[in-house]
């Protein structure tokens, strides 16, 4: 099945412990990107990827970081995380030439 | 000013009436125009896309751009309970931007 899976579903941490949230699509999409959903906000885009080790900033960059070592994988990466990225994220993929994207499952973020 | 924008509601119908979702968006130059359906607790996925002026149809949903006005709209004829959803509008510029969302309830 043709899907994007992102890993947890709900994370709680603490202030300044660094996280991770993985992200795998199954689809060989070239384009990765990691959004947050925050309520009257709507999606904002944190970072994109238009190929491996191709890695840009989307709106809302500050506080995250993002690899992409192998086309399938794009991991979200909170170093010192801060109540303020208390969010709901979501990672999504399509192809090159194909505007249609595909989102994970998202994943219910709580930062005390 | 926002890029894309929308009417939070929310927004209730009657079963069997016609919803209406507006967005406006800011940039002239946009060409490719998107409607996502996120149920509550879910990830968005697209319902409709739309890239010339006009309307256009897809079962019981009708997509109507006018790039004069900068105006998308989102028809959901004979709403169902099962609609009860938001509404994410989407305009590619630069990569995709997101409205925020209007909240449509569909009361039976």
């Known amino acids: 099945e043709a899907q994007v899976t992102q890993n947890p579903r709900y994370l709680i ?17 070239e384009y990765m990107s990691w959004y947050r959903q925050d309520p009257g906000l709507g999606l904002r885009q944190i970072y994109y ?17 993002v690899s992409r ?12 995380p801060s109540p303020n990225q208390t969010s709901l994220y979501f990672c999504a993929s399509r192809e090159a030439t194909n505007e249609k994207l595909f989102f994970g499952s998202g994943t219910q973020l709580s930062v005390l | 000013q926002k890029e894309v924008e929308q009417n939070s509601g929310p927004l209730s119908v009657p079963e069997g009436a016609i919803a ?14 998107f409607w996502y359906r996120q149920y509550s607790g879910k990830s968005p ?12 149809e897809d079962g019981r949903f009708t997509a109507q751009l006018n790039k004069a006005s900068q105006y998308v709209s989102l028809l959901i004829r004979d709403s169902q309970p099962s609609d009860s959803a938001t509404y994410l509008c989407a305009v590619n510029v630069n990569d995709m931007r997101f409205g925020a ?5 569909v009361k039976p």
């Open chain 1, 13 to 29: 941490t603490v202030t300044g412990k660094k996280l991770t949230v993985t992200c795998s699509q199954n689809m060989n999409h």
């Open chain 1, 49 to 65: 990827s238009m190929n491996v080790e191709v890695t840009d900033k989307g709106d809302v960059p500050e506080g995250y970081k």
């Open chain 1, 69 to 80: 070592k192998e086309k399938r994988n794009f991991p979200l990466i909170l170093e010192s």
């Open chain 2, 20 to 33: 209406s979702l507006n967005c406006t968006y800011s940039d002239r130059v946009s060409q490719s125009f």
């Open chain 2, 45 to 56: 996925e697209l319902i409709m896309s739309i890239y010339s002026n006009g309307d256009k």
């Open chain 2, 101 to 105: 969302g209007t909240r449509l309830t």
